[in-house]
């Protein structure tokens, strides 16, 4: 039973699929969503009716289910993991959607790995909820492919991290944005790619998602093989006091790629205008086995020099705050990092400086809200002009005299 309040931590949730690892046939689908809580269910449901983006019969029709209603951050970033090391499975990344041209031989153990639209942070929710129909309808294509074929499966739909956020009573006074660093921080649930040159750390990285599509079907999750794992070979970065290059090399990260590169190429530079120097970061570049080059240019990614970098999503998509501009030779990569934070000068202490966010202080809603106050400000101004300018009469007729003539001049 799982009480209300209650958050499953890691050892919990590992005792909580011990079925799963020992029933005969283990065919697990991981459905793996960028953010998502318990109260998306309760909230697209009431709200939208008929439109409940969660319509797939598949918790009634199964023989047993379990909810659990809040699990540890911690818990759901090493599930991947957890799920490798419990069992001999054939792990597989469906990204084509189309589970029919799978050859699963269900005799073994088989782990399918979904990764599901990402959900942006500045969506309204109408558009979240169509973002969540599409997801809905990804899950009920490949669950029905697969009772189509008879395959006998388990089924797993979780997520990185909370959508929602309940705030103590007792922080609420604090501002919005030491509140938004304090979660960031409590979420972190492994610690930062660090690249020393002797005793000092010169290049710091830090990603909470970090991934590659390439040709538009293929996944490539370098996030635990970059943190968790640390399979990366960081030897080629270079740094210096006004080019820095984080270079990641990676062996065999999916099938079909033996080797795969990617670059950061960072610099530090005065701006007169500003009186300050500022560090940006000018490219990223992918090598595959070492062949041609593809160059993406970057927008929006700078800071004071003595600052580091964050941003909440960064990647080739043209919703993203901070784009990757990809080059002609670049067109055939899609790249997707969330909560990047990044930092390739004067690092002090091993440790992120103040991070220079990527998401301005004037959100639309405060430029809105600044147009319309204006416009009202110049109506009552305008109005208050025009009585100012009216005059009252000084004369008026007398009964009991002539009558009084006002020129036409008056």
């Known amino acids: 039973a799982v009480h209300e309040g209650q958050v499953v931590s890691a050892q919990e949730l590992t005792a909580l699929l011990q079925p799963l690892f020992t029933q005969n046939s283990r065919n697990l689908i991981l459905f793996l969503q960028d953010r998502l809580s318990i109260e998306d269910f309760t909230y697209f449901s009431e709200s939208y009716g008929n439109k409940n983006p969660f319509q797939n019969d598949i918790l009634q029709s199964s023989p047993s289910s379990l909810v659990l209603p809040a699990v540890d951050c911690k818990a759901t970033g090493y599930l991947l993991n957890v799920l490798q090391e419990s069992g001999d499975w054939k792990l597989t990344n469906v990204t084509n959607l189309n589970?029919?041209?799978?050859?699963?031989?269900?005799?073994?153990?088989?782990?399918?790995?979904?990764?599901?639209?990402?959900?942006?942070?500045?969506?309204?929710?109408?558009?979240?909820?169509?973002?969540?129909?599409?997801?809905?309808?990804?899950?009920?294509?490949?669950?029905?492919?697969?009772?189509?074929?008879?395959?006998?499966?388990?089924?797993?739909?979780?997520a990185v991290r909370p959508s929602r956020i309940s705030r103590r009573t007792d922080v609420t006074a604090e501002l919005r944005r030491q509140l938004m660093a304090a979660e960031e921080e409590e979420g972190l649930s492994y610690p930062p790619l660090n690249v020393t040159t002797g005793n000092f750390?010169?290049?710091?990285?830090?990603?909470?998602?970090?991934?590659?599509?390439?040709?538009?079907?293929?996944?490539?999750?370098?996030?635990?093989?970059?943190?968790?794992?640390?399979?990366?070979?960081?030897?080629?970065?270079?740094?210096?006091?006004?080019?820095?290059?984080?270079?990641?090399?990676?062996?065999?990260?999916?099938n079909g790629i033996n080797s795969l590169e990617i670059r950061f190429l960072m610099t530090n530079k005065f701006y007169e205008v500003s009186a300050r120097n500022w560090s940006t970061l000018d490219s990223v570049e992918i090598i595959q086995d070492g062949g041609k080059l593809a160059k993406f240019d970057v927008s929006g990614i700078s800071a004071p020099a003595e600052y580091s970098f964050h941003c909440q999503l960064v990647g080739t998509s043209n919703l993203y705050p901070a784009r990757l501009v990809p080059s002609d030779d670049a067109k055939n990569w899609d790249v997707f990092i969330s909560n990047l934070q990044i930092q390739g000068f004067n690092i002090i202490n091993n440790q992120f400086s103040y991070a220079s966010d990527c998401t301005g202080f004037f959100?639309?809603?405060?430029?809105?809200?600044?147009?319309?106050?204006?416009?009202?400000?110049?109506?009552?101004?305008?109005?208050?002009?025009?009585?100012?300018?009216?005059?009252?009469?000084?004369?008026?007729?007398?009964?009991?005299g002539p009558a009084l003539s006002v020129p036409q001049t008056e």
């Not at 538009?216 to 970065?237: E, G, K, R, W, Y």
């Not at 204006?374 to 109005?383: E, Q």
């Open 99 to 158: 589970i029919s041209q799978l050859e699963l031989n269900a005799s073994n153990p088989n782990l399918l790995v979904v990764q599901l639209q990402p959900l942006l942070s500045q969506l309204t929710k109408f558009v979240e909820l169509y973002m969540f129909l599409f997801s809905d309808k990804i899950i009920g294509r490949v669950t029905m492919d697969l009772q189509e074929r008879g395959i006998h499966f388990s089924v797993i739909y979780t």
């Open 363 to 400: 959100t639309p809603g405060i430029w809105m809200g600044l147009v319309t106050s204006i416009i009202l400000l110049w109506i009552l101004t305008y109005g208050i002009h025009m009585i100012m300018q009216l005059t009252t009469n000084n004369r008026f007729d007398d009964p009991k």
């Open 201 to 254: 750390t010169c290049i710091l990285f830090y990603a909470s998602n970090f991934s590659l599509k390439a040709n538009s079907s293929v996944l490539i999750d370098l996030t635990n093989a970059t943190f968790l794992t640390q399979n990366v070979d960081i030897s080629a970065s270079e740094c210096s006091d006004s080019n820095t290059t984080l270079s990641l090399k990676y062996t065999k990260p999916v």
